[in-house]
């Protein structure tokens, strides 16, 4: 048996995840995400892929955020029939998110061609309603801890990963005529200490290890959250209204948690939270279906009278209309999209105003451009001033930071024969890179796009 992998997405940038695994004429792709951020990076979404999708015999999916599992309708829509693997949970996120995902494409091809901002006479967007629907009825969702075949010498175990609901490391287990060997894709790790999340299985033994590495080049506190958290909405309460863009999928969901506990020990008076996204209205539902993957059901975060779910844009418009002691959740969490684009509109130059990230904001992104000082930002075809204020929290993320990716690599007992670095920006890859190094990893090594590697031969 003899088994190469191709890099075709989350090499050098956190957008994007695919890796071809092709196990003699077998090839699975672990991960088919969305390239998004920079344009040179979004642009790759409209290129025709590297193979034909046809030969593709199977996709097996970590978790359901957009950059690791939003480019399958696409696929979907250029031929692809096989199955798709992923968790129970994750398949009930994914009804939820490729329709979304579908939607908000339609809806902004069809307002770049109303206001006539697009270079295309006709633009299109990237896959419909119809093609994201055909991609769900390709999903088998498994247990996790369960081992499944993809064939006689291919099998697959979904391990918890923490991260997200229904996120999970992948392990490959290959079955050749003289040996076993197996592969780890961590895909994306969460926090040791999350509020609301158990923390990711560690492993003992690999042959090969795929690492994410977005926070391989810091630290951040969980500790720390709640308190700055407090003291942003203390201090910004009274002047204006606070903006918190996060993504619908984990981050709403922390959030809520981190809120509804200053607000039930006094902490914070009880202001109204307007969660202003159907779809992390939708998932937050889920949590209460998957209530054993989590410890959100020891709150009372679904019954808090202060938190209002918005769902129709009318409600959404209406928002509009506040002035103070308020906070909007929207969606999306870099900025790239959804209802929170709306209210950044409407409310990037009003000086009284808070914008509040939360998590990692990738090169190219609105929220990064606004971190970094830019004095406007492109919002529907128009640049916006920047004159609110803004402020970041970092120990927010859903992602393991250095000193968790340290630690959960430590885990394994014997040396590996690779260590790809993956979902990381160069600069977060070469320092975890050196920080393996230094504790005794070997052949580790920060691969470029559309890089292949062979992993094994005659196994």
């Not at 097996?60 to 968790?87: E, F, I, W």
């Not at 967007?125 to 064939?151: H, R």
């Not at 209802?339 to 990738?362: E, T």
């Amino acid at each position: 048996m003899d088994v190469r992998v191709k890099f075709l997405g989350g090499a050098q940038s956190v957008t994007g995840s695919k890796y071809l695994l092709e196990i003699d004429d077998f090839k699975v792709l672990i991960d088919c995400g969305l390239f998004q951020g920079l344009k040179a990076l979004r642009l790759r979404n409209w290129e025709d892929f590297p193979i034909d999708v046809k030969e593709i015999d199977a996709i097996v999916l970590t978790h359901a955020h957009l950059d690791h599992s939003g480019h399958v309708p696409r696929m979907v829509k250029q031929g692809y029939k096989k199955n798709v693997y992923c968790t129970e949970a994750t398949a009930a996120l994914l009804e939820v998110m490729w329709l979304d995902s579908a939607k908000l494409q339609e809806e902004e091809a069809e307002f770049a061609k109303k206001k006539g901002y697009s270079k295309h006479k006709n633009p299109l967007a990237l896959y419909d309603q119809n093609d994201a629907e055909a991609a769900l009825k390709t999903i088998i969702s498994k247990l996790f801890n369960k081992e499944f075949k993809l064939n006689e010498k291919i099998s697959i175990i979904f391990h918890p990963a923490g991260h997200i609901l229904g996120a999970a490391s992948v392990e490959v287990i290959l079955k050749g005529e003289n040996q076993s060997k197996n592969i780890i894709f961590s895909g994306d790790l969460g926090r040791e200490t999350d509020p609301v999340l158990f923390p990711p299985s560690s492993f003992k033994t690999a042959d090969v290890l795929f690492l994410e590495s977005t926070y391989g080049d810091r630290t951040n506190e969980v500790a720390k959250v709640q308190d700055e958290l407090k003291e942003y909405i203390l201090k910004h309460m009274n002047e204006g209204v606070i903006m918190i863009p996060a993504f619908t999928v984990g981050r709403t969901q922390n959030l809520l948690f981190y809120i509804n506990e200053l607000m039930k020990t006094g902490q914070i008076p009880h202001l109204p939270v307007y969660i202003d996204s159907p779809m992390a209205i939708s998932v937050t539902k889920l949590y209460e279906k998957f209530s054993d993957q989590h410890r959100l059901h020891e709150q009372d975060i679904f019954d808090n009278k202060n938190f209002h779910y918005v769902r129709e844009h009318q409600h959404s418009k209406a928002l509009d209309s506040l002035e103070n002691r308020a906070i909007i959740i929207s969606a999306s969490g870099m900025l790239t999209g959804g209802r929170i684009l709306s209210h950044l509109f409407k409310r990037l130059g009003n000086k009284n105003d808070l914008l509040l990230m939360v998590g990692f904001q990738a090169v190219g992104t609105r929220g990064r451009d606004i971190l970094e000082g830019k004095e406007s930002v492109k919002i529907y075809g128009e640049e916006v001033p920047i004159k609110c204020q803004f402020a970041k929290i970092d120990g927010l993320s859903a992602h393991a930071d250095q000193t968790e990716l340290l630690n959960w690599y430590e885990h394994f007992q014997d040396p590996l024969k690779f260590t790809f670095l993956v979902h990381g920006e160069l600069e977060a890859m070469e320092t975890l890179k050196s920080k393996l190094e230094e504790k005794g990893a070997n052949n580790v090594f920060i691969p470029d796009y559309m890089e292949s590697f062979e992993l094994f031969s005659g196994i």
